[in-house]
C-alpha cells in the first residue's frame, strides 16, 4: 500500500454461534500486520467496525456484552446493527467479542435449502439449521447447542492518507 491511499476493507464472517447459559456468543478475530504502517510517520489510524446481527425470528435480541464500545445506529425487532469508531496509535490487535440473547417463549426452528448452482460438477445442496430455544424454565436438553448463524462485520482502516 502507498501512502496517500485509501484502504478498505469487508468482510463476511460466518460462524458457528455457541449457545451457552442464555446468550449466544460471536468472536470475529482480526489484527492488522506491521507492514501496512509506513515507516518513519505517525500517522494517525481510524478503525471502524460495523456489526449488523439479524436473529432470523421475530423476538427480540438484547445485547449481553461486547469487547468493544459499540454504538448502537439501529434496531428493530430482530435486526440491531452498531458501529465502533476510533482514534487509535496502532491498529487494533484485540478480537471482537459480542454476545446476546433472544427473547423468545417456546423454542422453535426451521431449516433454509438452496439448491446447486446451474454449473456446479458434485451438484450439493446447501442447507442451515437453526435452532433457538424458548424462555420456559423446564428444558429437556442441557448440553451446549451449537447453531450456524451469518454476521456481517464491515471493517473499514481509514487514515493511511499521506499527511
Known sequence: VEGGSYVSIKVCW????????????????????????????????????????????????MIQCSSHPLKELSREVRKLSFVYEAEVPAWSTSDLDFAYTVTSSDLFGGVLLQSPALRDFDEREMF???????????????????VEGVVDAEIRILGLQDT
Open 14 to 61: 460466518s460462524q458457528k454461534l455457541p449457545y451457552k447459559d442464555g446468550q449466544f456468543c460471536l468472536t470475529v478475530p482480526f489484527s492488522f500486520p506491521t507492514y501496512v504502517i509506513p515507516v518513519g510517520k505517525k500517522i494517525p489510524k481510524r478503525e471502524q467496525i460495523q456489526l449488523n446481527v439479524n436473529s432470523g425470528s421475530g423476538t427480540e435480541l
Open 128 to 146: 442451515c439449521l437453526y435452532l433457538f430455544p424458548g424462555n420456559k424454565h423446564i428444558r429437556r436438553v442441557r448440553s451446549l447447542g451449537i
